[in-house]
């Protein structure tokens, strides 16, 4: 029942910023989430998550994006700031661990050089 939704993406140039929204549907409480994303060609991976409080990055991302959750708020938050055309991808959230039936549509976000 619980559907997680995920918007903000869109198209920019190399440099640009997005900021990804991820919202619930149903009843979930946002303790581990994760952003995941998926290139053309690849599989999905965990581009960040938070867990108590606490961010973590993938290397490819670390100082760039920054994962947020709004207080009293099923949602969350994607921060990309000096978005690079590796970063284009079908973005999505879920928990961390990932759950099957959490997985949307994503969010594109592309990024031109």
């Known amino acids: 029942q619980v559907q997680l939704v995920e918007s903000g993406g869109g198209l920019v140039q190399a440099g640009g910023s997005l900021r990804l929204s991820c919202t619930a549907s149903?009843?979930?409480?946002?303790?581990?989430m994760g952003w995941y994303r998926q290139a053309p060609g690849k599989q999905r991976e965990l581009v960040a998550r938070i867990s108590g409080g606490n961010a973590y990055y993938a290397d490819s991302v670390k100082g760039r994006f920054t994962i947020s959750t709004e207080n009293g708020k099923n949602t969350l938050y994607l921060q990309m700031n000096r978005l690079k055309p590796e970063d284009t991808a079908v973005y999505y959230c879920?928990?961390?661990?990932?759950?099957?039936?959490?997985w949307g549509q994503g969010t594109q976000v592309t990024v031109s050089s």
């Open positions: 149903g009843s979930i409480f946002f303790f581990n």
């Open positions: 879920n928990t961390f661990p990932a759950q099957s039936q959490y």
